[in-house]
């Protein structure tokens, strides 16, 4: 998550349209249960929200796999993890990872030396183990996502209003995505494959293809590229997914940031209204970039943010394949891009858009799946259906789909084709009543149960003047804390346009009363804020990563337990601590759960933190800190949890 969304920051009609909101769905439910009588107030709503979801929490005798003993909460510089654990960093910012690069030297930093090394700010995280097909897990590739850069704590004496050209040709090249081959040692400790052939860098200039119903399509043409259909890099890459045909899934998040003055485009054309819509600036970007480079600045490349906002999809097994931007997936901020096959064969991917207000969408192809031909799947996600939610107030919902010519998707409000639908997915999704949430981010589907999980970070807007209120789904004014949405669909097919949902996690302090861990005694669980990545573990665990939990709880984010099943289901413990500044992402674990991976990313970020005086020092205790992946495993050598 970039530091804009992390500090609430909204874009001028940021989610704008005509969707009803959960406050105004949980209205009308809680109306016909006869549970609001007269004008309650917004803690007494909140008080009834909660007893009502106790009421419907089930439990089985079933017993938890988690064997921990929790952490308690650290605002410490170091990272801390359960007695009986150890947590290593494993590859930091600037670390070698091709043949023949040079050491991390940040006094003299050079972005010929950048692209060959570890890029900065480390979010998700995707382990295949090597060979392809196996389930080693002493062996893999890491693929790692680089969402953003802090300069300011990035370069010395930097200065954020006259920023070098050699400064931002740095930060081009810490954008992006890394991938690294990694092993464990006979001592059980992991490092970097140095020679390893499949070690690469993808940055923000490394040439993409664009496919799908977008490519070529008027908008998507510039003066680099009139084709419409190649584009330099891959910008703000957050949450992702893996594919069961060994690709990686890479979604473009917060681009709005890295483009400006949208103010010099006439603010009655459509593509300054869509700018607007994705929260563009009107003057200098933050990090004026457009000032060397020209695609930057959208008076002389009006069309390049629309290439920018896909989700990007990679070969790690092959170091000369071209990245893919996936156009018929949609362009919006996205957060996680998850994989799941319908009983019918065909492939599913749930992804959210990350700011207030915005929507939860779901993808289907055309196609089914072929398990036993790797390279029949190679182009299955340019064909299919992208639907958008729309939560009900029975506790039902539907898919509804983004189809040209479809419902209000015509010619009449402004779409020619199927692509200009999918460049311009926010407003097709206003025109179809989609459901306003707080902040979608990641999305996973259980291994087991089949259910589908949907992380709301937070909405600090909630219940203020001009905005939703407060209800059951969105249980708190000015939501701090966020909270987890269980859906199911229908008939557990992922392939479904209808499903049904339920609250799991209302996050908070558990002395809050209107806070709510699926029905589990609130006197045994950790406090946990701002849920964000989310994973499953063997044994269908829910683990938590959180973001900004030092803004709500001053202190440090970090990463949680929960069951979903069982007697113990709500029953969330902390299991790790991150340091000072920073936020915990990607959390993936080896096929055999022994080893847990995850990023700490932008450690000493702070609105006072420079490279000389930064908030934090870690990993190697002393300036600049460096983003990391750090590897965890039990000094037993037993399963992350249970061990």
């Not at 001592?187 to 496919?211: E, H, K, M």
């Not at 629309?306 to 990679?314: D, L, P």
């Not at 639908?421 to 149960?449: C, F, S, Y």
């Not at 709880?553 to 979903?564: E, T, Y």
Request: glycine share 10%; hydrophobic share 35%; aromatic share 8%.
């Amino acid at each position: 998550m970039n530091r804009d969304a992390k500090t609430e920051r909204e874009p001028a009609m940021s989610g704008a349209g005509v969707g009803d909101t959960f406050a105004e769905i949980l209205q009308r439910r809680l109306s016909r249960r006869g549970l609001l009588k007269g004008a309650l107030t917004a803690s007494a709503l909140l008080m009834t929200g909660a007893k009502l979801l106790e009421e419907e929490a089930q439990a089985s005798p079933s017993v938890s796999s988690l064997r921990f003993k929790p952490i308690h909460p650290d605002a410490s510089d170091q990272v801390t993890v359960p007695a009986g654990y150890r947590a290593r960093p494993l590859v930091r910012w600037g670390d070698r990872i091709l043949p023949g690069a040079p050491p991390f030297d940040p006094q003299e930093q050079t972005a010929e030396a950048q692209a060959q090394q570890f890029g900065y700010n480390c979010d998700y995280i995707g382990f295949l183990p090597l060979p392809l097909g196996s389930e080693r897990s002493d062996r893999g590739l890491l693929v790692v996502n680089h969402e953003y850069t802090n300069p300011e704590i990035m370069f010395p004496n930097y200065d954020p209003k006259n920023p070098t050209r050699g400064q931002m040709d740095v930060e081009l090249a810490a954008h992006g995505i890394s991938v690294v081959e990694v092993q464990r040692g006979e001592d059980g400790q992991w490092s970097v494959v140095l020679d390893s052939r499949f070690n690469r860098r993808i940055t923000a200039t490394t040439p993409c293809s664009i496919t799908g119903p977008a490519a070529g399509n008027p908008w998507m043409q510039t003066s680099a590229d009139p084709s419409g259909t190649k584009v330099a890099g891959t910008l703000n890459n957050c949450s992702g997914g893996k594919t069961p045909w060994g690709t990686v899934l890479s979604g473009e998040e917060n681009f709005h940031q890295y483009f400006a003055h949208r103010s010099r485009l006439a603010p009655d054309s459509p593509r300054a209204r869509d700018h607007q819509r994705y929260g563009l600036p009107e003057g200098e970007s933050e990090r004026k970039w457009e000032r060397h480079h020209s695609r930057f600045h959208l008076e002389i490349e009006p069309n390049e943010p629309f290439r920018f906002g896909w989700v990007v999809e990679i070969d790690p097994y092959d170091p000369a394949s071209t990245p893919k931007k996936r156009t018929a997936l949609g362009r919006f901020k996205h957060e996680a891009a998850t994989i799941a096959i319908a009983p019918g064969g065909q492939v599913a991917l749930y992804s959210g858009d990350d700011e207030r207000f915005e929507y939860v969408y779901k993808f289907v192809t055309a196609r089914s799946y072929n398990a036993k031909d790797r390279l029949a799947n190679r182009d299955i996600l340019d064909e299919g259906t992208l639907y958008v939610a729309k939560f009900k107030d029975d506790g039902s919902g539907e898919w509804m789909p983004l189809v040209y010519g479809q419902g209000p998707l015509t010619e009449a409000n402004g779409f020619t084709s199927q692509g200009d639908v999918l460049i311009q997915t926010r407003r097709a999704a206003d025109l179809l009543g989609a459901t306003k949430m707080d902040r979608p981010e990641d999305i996973e589907t259980h291994p087991k149960n089949g259910k589908v999980y949907v992380v709301m970070t937070n909405n600090v807007q909630r219940g203020t003047a001009g905005k939703a209120g407060t209800d059951r789904a969105n249980p708190r004014a000015q939501n701090r804390h966020g909270h987890i949405i269980e859906l199911t669909e229908d008939n557990n097919d992922y392939a479904a346009t209808a499903f049904t949902w339920n609250m799991f996690l209302v996050c908070g302090d558990p002395k809050d009363e209107t806070t709510y861990f699926a029905g589990f005694d609130k006197s045994q669980v950790s406090t946990i804020s701002c849920p964000d990545n989310i994973t499953f573990d063997r044994n269908g665990n829910l683990w938590i990563a959180t973001d900004g939990q030092e803004g709500t709880l001053k202190v440090n984010d970090g990463l949680f337990a929960v069951p979903v099943e069982g007697a113990e289901r709500g029953h969330l413990r902390q299991f790790f601590s991150s340091v000072r500044g920073s936020e915990v992402c990607g959390p993936e674990f080896t096929p055999d759960n022994t080893t847990l991976f995850v990023a700490v990313q932008h450690p000493g970020e702070g609105e006072r933190s420079t490279f000389e005086k930064p908030v934090s020092l870690w990993p190697d205790g002393k300036t600049p800190p460096r983003p990391s992946v750090v590897a965890i495993q039990a000094e037993n050598g037993g399963r992350i949890g249970a061990a």
